[in-house]
């Protein structure tokens, strides 16, 4: 049985750059790196108790999506704040606030608030706060 989702894995254009707006932005600390051919391609990054593994684009890594390209993913986060102390980190941060709050409810059909946001590539970031 399915207890949860361990990690998401997204592709980029530039790893350094993604690394750095997510740590600045939400916090992210960098766990692990793997090398191929001598470069960093994937780095483990922990946002709180969720992991994102992110790959630059191109890194040569065979056991991924079958297109891996920058800007596909849509991915959720759970806030343990309040949602409108979550969209005045954003901002304070320079991240514009694309929706929310708005009303949503969570995986275990919790009532909640959101906000929405895109990373670098143009993922689309939400915090979802119960």
């Given at each position: 049985?399915?207890s ?23 916090g ?8 191929i ?17 992110i ?11 079958r ?6 993913v ?5 806030w ?11 901002e304070?941060?320079g ?18 608030q959101?906000v ?15």
């Open positions: 049985m399915i949860g989702i361990d990690h998401v894995a997204i592709t980029v254009a530039d790893l350094d750059a993604t690394c750095a707006f997510y740590a600045h932005v939400l992210a600390q960098v766990e692990e790196a793997y090398e051919g001598g470069r960093i391609a994937v780095k483990r990054v922990a946002l709180g108790q969720a992991i994102l593994n790959h630059q684009q191109g890194n040569g890594v065979e056991l991924v999506a297109q891996p390209v920058p800007g596909s849509d991915i959720c986060f759970r343990l704040g309040d949602i409108v102390a979550a969209k005045a980190q954003l304070s941060r991240v514009t606030v694309i929706e929310g709050p708005a009303a949503r409810t969570s995986a275990d059909a919790i009532p909640g959101s929405y946001f895109r990373d670098l590539d143009g993922n689309l970031v939400e915090l979802l706060a119960t």
